[in-house]
């Protein structure tokens, strides 16, 4: 396979193959010159902080404090600090992307990307007083951890930021006359410990000891002390750097050592780091920035030089180093595997034959079957290996050739699964925007599968790149509704025309394709800054009362509260509403809000009828609601039994209510509980045992008429004017029920009834005696004898009544009812009845 593409930028460290890649040349201010600047960079495409060399004699341009300058990685400038604190010793970056930088007191202060200060805190009183001289900002289990080095050689941690309330300190350093040169934090599962170098020893000081353990021999050959020293990013590797410039490599614990290199430089290295494997977890080699050159030395003692300008700044990554220079911004990687199988010379890997097949297939050449043939049963290797070597390409031209490989390759693999294919595709399409200069976000494949594609999208958010963020979203099939809202709260903040806003924020969120916006989030967004306004016109458009609701009451606006809820129909939320609000309002004010509102005026009055009378009476006094007042007037008189002593205030406040006939039954009961209780009672309650107190007119009439006091029966309906039907009915009622039927048919001849003679025949019936029954059937309507005569169960007489009133529906009934009781006799007069009755139809 000839050398192409991108193999010009291949390296080899026996045995493996390394390369550097060209992610993009950044485009700092003129006024920035790497070589006399502290630089530190986020990890994974982060953040870059910078502020200038206090070690180094710079001519100062403007204001003597210290400016801390922060740039994306394409070099644009993303915000400022103004150092207005102590001396600062340290800066790092978070998990978050947050910047930590230290000071010499101890306190730590935190900011954003764009220079916006967040929180701080302190590393300890101990750590305060006695002053810092050096601080590390570490990345453990728990979340990112500071840690500083005080005067007094003694090492305080703090795990998780200010989220730790406590600071750690760590062991003591065995005393010695010489000082620390060099130090770095491990952590390894929960354990987080720390190495110092002093002169030819390395100290480690574990949580829990008393004092640190030194370990000394782990170089061979002479050297007086130890510079610098790195820890891999697994924390798995460390690096030694002595001042005669050996390196030793070997494991964290130090019990074994991969080797001892002399770099025959005498200058101090600016930094170590590791590379990473981007395959495989392990590091196989370190990177050594010195002012103008790099080098790299692999596990074996094997080495390769890079020159440079001067200033050269490292940044160790999970998957290779990041070189940020005055003018260049690269990546060191180990190679992968497949790339190596497919691109390196005389490859003679099924991938690599499957690429030069392809260009021979376009080229329309009869060779492109020949290398098929190489290889035909191992296709699926060829393309699996295809798809995996674009994910860890930078170059969208080799991507596209390699992906264009896999897709004519997988054209002759039966029944191919392309789910691998089209997720790799999707992703580098993500990547690709992600590395633009615009976003400067250089991911690796690798680094956006360990942060996932929610992280990734609210860091675009977080930079407000929400229309990159929302086609990355929609194209990963995510959800979009989230940055959306962050992009509305920009808005909210950034732009002061209330109008516009709400325009704006209205036409993106109309869309059906995104769901579960809430207007109301942004509408608080818009009250915690201040402009209520503006909220209210975003609640507006919120359809969900629910959510609506509580942030209007919070903005103290209760009428529109009351009609939000009033208008959901949900009586909880109409009651929840009405009970906030008065809390906080005026009585009266209240009672006059709630009067526009019908549901939530009952509403309101339903819970004061269960919790509070007294309100339930105000809000009646204040509608001047006389009907009511009478009505709450008269189930207090029930409850408390006191009805004879407020029948008088009832009857007057239905009387200015206009409700005459309530008013007029008020008094004819206050005029029968006094004729109860003065005249009745005392009169026939001790000769018949019996009290007439609290009963209705009704029961008042029939109670005498039984005891056979009909005189002052009749009166009782002369006075409150009871109609005769009524007392004709309880006469007979009365008559039946002791039996007295001579009394009963006297009563029915002493004039015409006003009720007919069927409630006669009803309580003869009743009373199961159907020779009075068949008295009263007789003085019946003819129409109705025959359904009395049923009801009796007389069969001869209603078929008779029945034949003379030709009602043939009737007989066929009788008929049914003889046939049941197997009268024959019956059933042939029934048929000659019916038979008659036809014939002269």
């Known amino acids: 396979m000839p050398i192409m593409y991108n193999t010009g930028d291949w390296f080899i460290l026996r045995p493996d193959t390394y390369r550097k890649l060209d992610l993009f040349t950044p485009d700092w201010p003129l006024d920035v010159d790497l070589e006399y600047m502290q630089v530190v960079a986020a990890p994974f495409g982060g953040p870059i902080a910078m502020t200038r060399d206090p070690k180094q004699i710079v001519p100062i341009k403007g204001s003597v404090k210290p400016m801390i300058r922060i740039f994306d990685t394409a070099g644009v400038e993303l915000g400022k600090i103004l150092w207005n604190h102590g001396k600062l010793i340290s800066m790092g970056w978070s998990d978050l992307e947050e910047l930590i930088c230290v000071q010499d007191d101890a306190l730590v202060f935190v900011y954003d990307m764009f220079g916006n200060e967040k929180e701080s805190y302190s590393m300890g009183q101990e750590a ?71 002169d030819q020893e390395v100290i480690r000081l574990f949580p829990g000891e008393s004092v640190g353990t030194i370990t000394r021999n782990l170089f061979d050959r002479p050297f007086e002390r130890i510079l610098l ?20 490599l070997g494991t964290v614990d130090m019990k074994k050592k991969y080797c001892e290199f ?16 981007s395959e495989k977890n392990q590091a196989e080699a370190v990177v050594i920035s010195y002012p103008s050159f790099l080098l790299i030395v692999n596990r074996n003692g094997d080495k390769n030089l890079f020159t440079y300008d001067p200033a050269i700044f490292l940044v160790a990554e999970m998957d290779g180093v990041r070189i940020i220079t005055n003018s260049a911004h690269e990546m060191i990687q180990k190679l992968p595997k497949c790339v190596q199988n497919i691109f390196a010379v005389n490859s003679q890997e099924p991938s690599s034959f499957l690429f030069e097949a392809q260009k021979k297939y376009q080229e329309k050449s009869h060779q492109a079957d020949e290398y098929l043939s190489l290889f035909r049963d191992k296709m699926d290797v060829a393309v699996d290996e295809c798809i995996e070597a674009a994910a860890y390409e930078f170059c969208t031209e080799t991507q596209k050739s390699l992906l264009r490989t896999a897709y004519f390759g997988k054209g002759f693999i039966p029944s191919h699964n392309p789910d691998e294919y089209m997720r790799i595709l999707r992703i580098l399409r993500v990547l690709n925007a992600l590395r633009h200069e615009k976003i400067a976000m ?152 709630i009067r526009e509102y019908p549901m939530a005026l009952n509403i309101y009055k339903k819970m004061m009828n269960e919790w509070s009378r007294t309100a339930l009476y105000d809000i009646y006094n204040q509608e001047d609601d006389q009907k009511s007042i009478a009505e709450y007037h008269f189930r207090n008189a029930l409850e408390s039994d006191s009805l004879e002593s407020n029948l008088p205030i009832i009857a007057n406040s239905y009387t200015q209510g206009r409700k005459h006939v309530e008013a007029e039954l008020c008094a004819d009961t206050g005029k029968m509980l006094k004729l109860q209780k003065n005249v009745l009672t005392p009169k026939y309650g001790k000769i018949h045992q019996i009290t007439f107190n609290g009963l209705s007119i009704h029961d008042t009439i029939k109670q005498l008429l039984e005891i056979g006091e009909l005189k002052e029966a009749e009166k009782i309906k002369s006075d409150f004017k009871v109609p005769d039907k009524r007392f004709w009915w309880l006469r007979i009622i009365t008559m039946s029920e002791k039996y007295k039927w001579d009394d ?94 036809a014939s002269k139809k």
């Open 128 to 198: 305060s007083l006695t002053k810092v001289v050096d601080a590390k900002i570490f990345q453990s289990t728990s979340g990112t951890g500071v840690s500083v080095l005080t005067t007094t050689g003694r090492v305080f941690l703090k795990l998780n930021n200010a989220k730790d309330v406590r600071t750690r300190q760590l062991p003591e350093i065995p005393k010695s006359a010489s000082e620390c040169t060099c130090w770095e934090i491990i952590t390894e599962e929960r354990n987080t410990y720390c190495l110092l170098g002093r």
């Open 744 to 837: 009963l048919e006297k009563f029915a001849k002493s004039k015409k009834s006003p009720i007919g003679y069927e409630p006669f025949v009803e309580v003869c019936l009743k009373q199961n005696n159907l020779h009075e029954a068949r008295k009263y059937i007789l003085k019946c309507r003819d129409d109705r004898k025959a359904h009395w005569y049923l009801r009796a169960e007389l069969w001869d007489e209603a078929a008779d009544t029945s034949f003379e009133q030709r009602d043939i529906n009737t007989l066929y009934a009788i008929q049914n009812k003889a046939s049941a009781n197997g009268n024959r006799m019956l059933l042939d007069k029934i048929s000659s009845y019916i038979a008659a009755l």
């Open 442 to 593: 250089p991911l690796t494949h690798k680094q956006f599968s360990h942060l996932k594609a929610e992280v990734v999208l609210s860091r675009l958010v977080f930079r407000k790149h929400y229309a990159i963020a929302i086609q990355i979203a929609k194209h990963l099939k995510l959800p979009e509704s989230w940055i959306l809202e962050h992009w509305a709260y920009h808005k909210v903040i950034n732009d002061k025309n209330d109008n516009e806003v709400a325009r704006k924020i209205t036409e993106k969120f109309k869309n059906p394709s995104v769901q579960g916006i809430s207007f109301c989030n942004i509408a608080e967004k818009a009250h915690d800054v201040g402009r209520d306004e503006l909220a209210i016109k975003l609640l507006e458009l919120e359809p969900r009362a629910s959510l609506q609701v509580p942030l209007l009451l919070k903005l103290g606006k209760y009428d529109r509260a009351i009609k939000s809820a009033t208008q959901s129909g949900d009586t909880e939320l109409v009651a929840t509403v009405l009970l906030e609000i008065k809390k906080k309002m005026m009585l009266a004010n209240f009672n006059i809000i």
């Open 229 to 248: 020293m790195s820890v891999s990013y697994n924390h798995q590797n460390l690096a030694l750097y002595t001042n005669n410039g050996l390196l030793w």
């Open 262 to 277: 002399d770099t025959g430089r005498k200058d101090i290295p600016r930094q170590i780091e590791w590379v990473m494997d």
